[in-house]
């Protein structure tokens, strides 16, 4: 007879009953394969990634506004203080526009023949229906919006979503709706929201295209990458975690990941790499690309600290699917936090890690500077299966931390 | 200003709620994409698949049981009379035996070394992990049972299941245990259960080493292919519906679909398909394999009714995360039914198929039978997207049927 | 500097040029990724599985034959002899008699109304198209041929499609046609083809509609399962490699992985699995199902022997893409072989097994058998890879075997 | 008997033989599902997107430079004039350095422990491994490089890419090495490369970081968004086709196909879509992101003209089984196009769009534009079947245009 029993929890769920709330259902139900991941997904981000005010980051791809699940879980995410900062598609964020904008997006069917939406003027986001009307108007308030003098300056993402959602969330107002606009409510949250691909929407195509008149203004990447590196080094300097939640994967999951090597690689300062890492995906490792690769592999780099290997947790499905359970779950099963506001300090973040980097960057080559060896601070938990739990080579990695024990 | 809004619902979820239950979870959040086909299989199970006394017929493929959906999902359904009868393959139904002889599998890891795992005589199956005693039992047990008299013939594997179940549900009883395993509650509820490959798997394996000693035992696949037949064939000549409900694809899924051609194209008898289609998979259609083909390529085959295909739903995730949410939501939005007990008329559905086989059915040749421009009697009801919905072609085929108006 | 140098080859591809061969564009441009993989798995099979009188057995899923791939691929593997036995679901054997019988199939679209072509009389299997005729007309072949004495008794599925394939030979010879049909050329060269789901596709169907009548035809579920392990078992005891080449996965990957299960578990006999494991698929280890399961989890099970992990290959790709690849390769760079045939010795080779069951085997539950710490007699050669290759826990497997260095 | 022999090629693949080429291998091999559209895709390409002078565009995610795909077949396409432009994540242009600066790849595994290549300084891309340094040494090129005079200003990354590719070019002039570097090709054939998340990948981090020192480097996104319509526009308005060649999906498949919307809703310019789509990807329509949207959803995004939607082709497989067999398909099959070096000409490119936008754009609501009823300039040649092939809904809508036919 093995150990098992003293290593893993008993494989015996209850029987589902009438009337289970989504909560209980997921710890009582999903027991393994993907249905187990996104049991310990739901955990891992209710029980760690929130817990002791670690800051978290999330990454949005794939259609999802257009799903709504800007206004099903992605604002009541951001009320209960769960996601501390944004890094989106522009896609998500100018669909998202329509509903703060109060315009109608319907339930359709993907089965249906484009060349006659086409003539009939209706766009297709696989079974989300609109008018081309929402395009255009959508637009048209996009290049009204950004003419105003404070959009006329070279700014960051974060400031000109900032900006743009003020003007959403007066819209909301002035219609007499709440709750719609993912850019909106983090406006009002202060939460910053960037995008790794300014030009790559129609918000980014907008604001080319009155670059071709007189507008002043353009996209500062250079402070997006400094600045999302800030948030990231001020967590970890404060001796607080910081996690991941990557829905999909594309270039806003390597812009959220790459915080990491441009504080050690780049800037050449010691870190170790997010505690938490949580992706929803249905990008699988083997084509090589970066949407699906693994935490594993995302150690090798630096982006993940290797001590929390056991604490990385990516699920093989829709995030369609996968958001709402995980919202659902995090809501029933923990209190809300304090928003932190992290766009108000944003000046003073992008300050520290300046000062850091002209003191230990250099323009020729960086030496090594990740010293694994080295004590840190504790941070880590319970493991989110419940038991201590193996890592890839079978050593225990779990470290117990009652402080940080997760309410269940 | 198109007419999307005569057509189509207004896509505008209500945000997450602390404490939502599972179904209010589904039908408030889950709107597009395979989130939102999840909620149409939602619906189409229960307003219309077990609505009226359909019958359901219920394929799986995949390792569910070892992940506990026996107990979870499966068992709940079959009491509540919602599976009619099923068509597994031989792993789920050995693997379903470990938990009827009360044997521990655990929770385990994907990341464990399997070398290590040999040598520690575990045996892994993704993450779920038993030792291999557990296998050795297992094995001894089937070996012990089909030594009995009833066993040394050849016969179909529902008969092979629901004696096997039987002794199953004893050993329950005597360990003290309820509504572990599939085997036993089917056998408990007269469910008929087959297997399209009764040589594959350690039931499979067991009885053929048997049988190079002196066990009589043979399986009968030929009654296996006419007795599922029966099953349909009974529904529809009823003018009831027949259903099928589809975890994973393989084997079970080309086994459970073919009793429609066997019935219109080997026994040329004239057919028109099955009424309701419902599959969870993760299989594509593009790699021509018939696990991933839609219900459209069906209709070309004559397995599913062409008049139905809006009521035909496929959602790509995995079985262990949309098997749980569909039991919860049927179990929460409908009434139990009594169960048919298919297993008990097993001879006489035979008979009834064999009669008007020899009525129909020629050795040569047969003639085009199928005559799609006949009226026939009603069935479908309320599509399950709520409002009317366009076919792949453009035209509404959506037809209103108060009395089976589904309880929402 | 890290000695990655001495363990891996540099990546370094060769620029494509025009006429490049399907061989050379592997060697020279296939580096990483499912790349790599496909080029792994054309020198596995060149260099590893076909080497040394190695017996390698082939498992089809996936609707290959309709996909031209029996004439294009699998026929040429056959007559080098490449393949020494095979599984296949019905389906393929069934829609491989269309080729035989000289019946046309068309590449046409994934794209069309299946509605329109249902009330047209055309099948569609994804883009492949046929009239319902062919259907028909194979149908009434099958029921005319399996009228003779020959068939009339419980017989293998091995030795079904041994007769099946006589007629279907006479009959490409009256046609004046050849190289058509798998079933026809595993007649003539002693291939022995199994089927895994006797009753589960358009044949069994038949041969189910005439035992409703007089036919005493029925299928020896045990004889397969006996005769497929018996197979693996003279390839091993000779000392000679047992590999396993999956298309796909279903229950033909389960039915050929559990020859060793069959052998060591159920019956009993000390043994370590097979030696070279290639299979192509789209099926993700992530959901749990067998299909997407790793070789390494079959390690866990005793279905792969530890020591050649680093000789197993999972390329994701579709097999209408890897195999004509793979074919092309291996019969670019390797000569033929003299077939097996190792239908004609099918009687000789179950009796070696039971008599050694008989030996070994007990009804009551069977000790642990297998003794990885014994050495065993060598086989595996040069690792795939061009150099020595680091298994899953980072020690280096491979071994030197000079003479069985495969040709490059 | 259906007239499918009218309307689609027979199904009857030639066997395949010794030595066969890999474009021999594709024609005569690859018949149906994935393998068939990999055959339309080679002949879409080599038949009707480079024929007849079109303007190809060509989009690169997933890391295919570290795969060696830059070398093997970029490269190649690049100088047989085959892609005329190129929209990049930055990860592939930063692993393209290494390349051109002489650094060592590695072919790996996939089955290392990354804990371990942390602490070795080894870094993994899936199974591609080198080390630490050539990150840290890649690194300080690009912060050496970028503190040129030339690059002291806001600029789009075509203009930047085109002076990072002439230091790489100089630097291989140095090393004596040629055909390593896509950046080098890029600038000695006068390519535009573009990104579309230019602060995404190591190369942006570089910059963002010399950002906080004195470098005046920054993006100008705008000029990306207008700089890649005005591509498209010159060719559309001259008669020619412009086409997309898209390997993966993510931000840079958006950023290519955005380019149309830019045009037709945001500028206010009536165009009807590109001609030709051929994407390689394994992310599938029904998560709804935009990585997996089909051509027929593009169509009603006006991203696609309708009328082209026959000569679309959805390759689900890896690019680098892809990619290599396309490019070996191209050359072997077609005669070099003279490059068109559209960088020379960026400016007038640019120029003639913005006037055509000052005319026809405003900035409140732009009306519908895209009259599909008027007629245009005939372009589409013969179908990639090879015969007629019917549309989704089933009309024909092949053309013949005999002065476009390719060469086969």
Not at 59 to 80: D, E, F, M, V, W
Not at 133 to 161: N, S, W
Not at 377 to 406: D, Q
Request: contains cysteine.
């Amino acid at each position: 007879m093995s150990s098992l029993n003293k290593r893993f929890p008993r494989l015996l769920p209850e029987p589902i009953r009438k009337g289970v709330s989504a909560a209980d259902l997921i710890d009582g139900a999903f027991k393994a394969y993907n249905g187990g991941r996104l049991a310990e997904a739901c955990r891992l981000f209710t029980e760690k990634m929130v817990a002791a005010n670690g800051t978290v980051g999330m990454s949005l791809t794939g259609a999802l506004t257009p799903a709504g699940l800007g206004r099903a879980a992605i604002i009541p995410l951001l009320k209960a203080g769960f996601v501390d900062w944004i890094i989106s598609t522009g896609a998500n964020l100018y669909h998202d526009l329509h509903f703060g904008l109060g315009m109608n997006l319907y339930a359709g069917s993907p089965f249906l023949d484009d060349v006659n939406l086409r003539k009939e003027g209706i766009i297709r986001i696989y079974d989300v229906l609109f008018d081309y009307d929402v395009l255009l108007d959508t637009d048209a308030f996009v290049r009204q919006v950004i003419q105003g003098p404070e959009f006329q300056k070279c700014m960051g993402t974060d400031e000109f979503h900032y900006l743009l959602g003020k003007y959403v969330y007066e819209r909301e107002r002035k219609l007499g709706i709440k709750e719609t606009s993912v850019l909106s409510a983090a406006y009002q949250l202060g939460v910053p929201v960037f995008t790794s691909s300014p030009g790559d929407s129609s918000i980014g195509m907008n604001v080319a295209a009155m670059a071709l008149r007189d507008s002043k203004l353009q996209f500062d990447v250079n402070r997006d990458v400094n600045q999302t590196a800030s948030i990231v080094y001020a967590a970890k300097s404060n001796g607080d975690t910081s996690s991941v939640f990557i829905l999909g994967g594309g270039s806003p999951k390597n812009f959220i990941l790459q915080t990491e090597p441009q504080i050690q690689e780049v800037m050449g300062i010691e870190e170790r790499g997010h505690d938490y890492f949580l992706q929803c995906t249905d990008a699988r490792p083997d084509t090589g690309g970066l949407s699906g690769a693994t935490p594993n592999e995302a150690v090798s780099w630096g982006k993940i600290d290797p001590d929390n290997l056991p604490d990385c947790v990516v699920c093989y499905a829709d995030s369609t699917i996968t958001l709402p359970l995980i919202t659902a779950y995090a809501l029933s099963r923990t209190k809300p936090r304090k928003p932190k506001r992290l766009y108000d300090r944003r000046d003073a973040l992008l300050e520290t890690i300046r000062a850091q980097y002209l003191r230990c960057g250099t323009i020729t080559k960086i030496g090594h500077r990740t010293d694994l060896e080295k004590p840190k601070r504790g941070r880590s938990g319970r493991s989110v299966t419940g038991t201590k739990r193996e890592s890839a080579n079978g050593k225990s990695t779990a470290k117990s931390s009652p402080k940080t024990k997760g309410k269940k």
